[in-house]
């Protein structure tokens, strides 16, 4: 048993090490998890959703396999969209097709290549759609 003293070191050293790292990662990934907020107010001050009900959408999603069919904020399954993507995609178009009409009067697609243009680098620039014409 004597000659195997070392190698036995040097396995409770690894798996201290290893395990140490994975309890810090998993720390982290609760410190930065997106947050939930308490909850969505219109602009007319009505309550739309509750962080409730958002918890509540969350576990219907799951419990209906939700991330065997997609990815969401980059984790789950990889054999379909990445909803997060597909989410940001759609905004970026709906802002684009908004600030066309305020803009032009025309949606986006109407628009040619370079006032398509002034308003990508509008989008850029993070400007948004209420914003027109400053």
């Known amino acids: 048993m004597g000659k195997y003293k070392k190698l036995w070191a040097a396995l409770v050293v ?4 290893t395990f ?7 720390v982290e990934v609760y ?3 997106p947050p939930v907020p308490q909850a969505y107010v ?3 001050g009505e309550t739309v959703m509750t962080k409730d009900d958002i918890l509540a959408g969350q576990t219907a999603w799951q ?6 069919v997609g990815s969401l904020l980059g984790h789950g399954a990889y054999q379909a969209p990445d909803w997060t ?4 995609h759609r905004e970026l178009t709906a802002w684009l097709d ?3 009409q305020a803009t032009f009067n025309k949606s986006y697609t109407e628009l040619d290549p370079a006032s398509q243009a ?5 989008i850029a620039r993070g400007i948004p759609p209420s914003k027109q014409g400053e």
Do not use: F, K, P
């Open 31 to 33: 410190r930065q998890a």
């Open 20 to 26: 140490t790292i994975l309890g810090y990662i998993g």
């Open 63 to 68: 419990t209906t396999g939700g991330m065997e």
């Open 14 to 17: 690894v798996l201290t090490v």
């Open 42 to 44: 219109s602009q007319t």
């Open 98 to 100: 908004i600030r066309a």
């Open 118 to 122: 002034a308003l990508q680098a509008d």
């Open 85 to 88: 993507a597909d989410w940001l």
